[in-house]
Structures are given as C-alpha cells and as structure tokens.
C-alpha cells in the first residue's frame, strides 16, 4: 500500500515543457505526442504563450488528420510573444520568446513545481538576434543552474527489444578546428565517469565503448598523434581504477558504433555496447541519427534535474503544414518522466 510520503512524491512527479521556437514545429510535435499522455501521469506543465498555442491548433486540426492535445484542457505558463511570429519565420522575436520560455520552465522545475524539464527545439541564430549569444539550449541551462558543464547523451530503446543505444558526446556544439584543442584527458576522463553513471542505471556492470578522434584512429601514429599521445594511456589508466566495467578504444570512428547498428536492427546485442563516447559532435550524431532519428531522445546529464529534448530541429521548413512527426518528442516526454 502506497504511504502519505510516497503518495505526496507521486503528486509531485510533473514534467515542465518549453515550447521551443514558436516559428518551428514545437508546438505542433508537443500537441500530438499530449494526445497520448497516460491518463494515470500527471499532465505536463507548457510554457509559452496560450493564445499561439491555440492558433496553433486551430490550423493544425485543418491540416493535420492526427490527434491533437487540446490546449483548452492543458495547463499553461502564458508569457505571451512579444512580437507577431510567422510559421518558418525565425525572427528576433522568435529568439526572445523561447529564450524566455526556457528561463521560466527551468525556474518552474527549480521551485519543485515540476520534477524534470523537456524541451522543444529551438534556433541559434534566433537567439543570437535577440541577443543572446549561447551555443545551444544545454549551455543556458548550465548557466541557469550554476553547472559548470552538462554533459549531452543521446538515448534510445530499441524498436524490438530492451536494448538502449546510449552516446555521450565528450565535445558538443564548438567547430571542428577546435575539437582537438578542446579535448584533454580530464574532459574525457569526467565524460567516462558521466557515461559509466548513467548506464548503471541498466545495468551494474555496463561495456562502454571509445571512438579514435582521427581515421582509423590515429593507426599507430600515423594518422594522428591525439590517441598515442594522450587517449590510449588514458583510457588504461581509467581501465585500472575500473576494473569490473569493460572498456574498449579507442576504436575507428567508422565502425565504432556496427554492433549497435546490427542490435538495434533485432539481431544479438551481445557485441553492442551499453555507452558508446564520442569525441565531437557530429562523430556521434551521425550514427545515433541515422539509427534512431524518431526514437533518440537528447538528455541533459550534471544537472541538478534531468532536462530531455527532441533530436531533431524546429523544422522550419515544414512548420504550420502539419506534416511534422511527434515521435521524438513523445520519447523525449517517457524518458523525462522514466528517468527524471
């Protein structure tokens, strides 16, 4: 029988959602996956302006065949836009909108109010018009929370079992040129040890694996000094001070991540690993998008709550058609409300 205490955590387990870019497809991906919220959870709390949010409906239920959420029946923070928006139009009030939108959600989870945060895309260059000059969503979200740095994984379960492809990210939204620079041996010993947390939470004595920065990599030297110099010794330090986990890599970026391709198809995971870590960017998106684009759900780890996204952009192209797929987001919303 569930105790006073236990019912009182229950009522107080709620995700808080920030609508994203209101020129892009967030709230339309946000109103199909609510469609489907389990009537036994608590319903999300939105943030974002009531009166787009039911414009947006509007135009949605005649061009879209789909289920939608009714915005009259959904709880909603109204910070109402500051200027008009125009589907497809990222402006400087679209920038300004979800940024603040943003800001609030994460003080709604901050004040207990809600116990994790998902949040829908937003564009870069829309915040840097409206003044706001961070990388992404995860850097104002470290700011906001007195984070030195959170650290983005990429997690999805597989489509015919309970295999997870899980891929942590050592280096996130910085260019290429200055991937090298930005990995040392304590980021990537700190990114390890993040991995090695979150995968326990599935199993006690996981199998990660290491991606080479450069081709083949660095075969021997050859093709780069990085892995020789620093990541191979690294990676037997970490191996010692760890010995129940099995690590292996520093692997070729190139078939670093065939075993979960061939898991997360159906056939054994046996060979696949439970954490895989990439060093930049798009070393690990690359694989993790081409497997899992509908099901691979970004996730915020270090800070003091967990915070999901979508993988996938505010869709600009296609936003107000109806024609935006919500599955993404709807996995965003379970892994939010399973591992917050």
Known sequence: MPTPASEANARHRRLAISLGDPAGIGAEVTLKALAHWPADQAPPLLVGCRRWLETCHRQLRERSGEPLADPAALEVLDLPLPAPVHPGQASAASGEASFQWLSAAVELVQQGHCHALTTAPIAKHAWHAAGHGYPGQTERLAELTGT???????????????????????????????VPAA???????????????FCRRFRERPRLAVAGLNPHAGEAGQLGHEEQAWLIPLLEAWRREHPEVELVGPLPPDTCWMEAGRAWQGADSHGAADGYLALYHDQGLIPVKLLAFDQA???????????????????FDIAGEGIARAASMAAALATAWELG
């Not at 959170?150 to 910085?174: D, E, K, Q, V, Y």
């Not at 990995?183 to 947390?197: C, I």
């Open 183 to 197: 990995l040392t041996p304590e980021r990537v010993r700190h990114k390890l040890n993040t991995l090695l947390a």
């Open 148 to 178: 030195q740095e959170a650290s983005m994984l990429f997690t999805a379960r597989a489509p015919g079992g309970g295999w997870r492809l899980n891929t942590l990210l050592a280096t996130t939204h910085i260019p290429l040129a200055a």
């Open 297 to 315: 759900v970004n996730t915020s780890l270090g800070l003091p709550f967990l915070r999901t996204s979508p993988d996938h952009g505010t869709g």
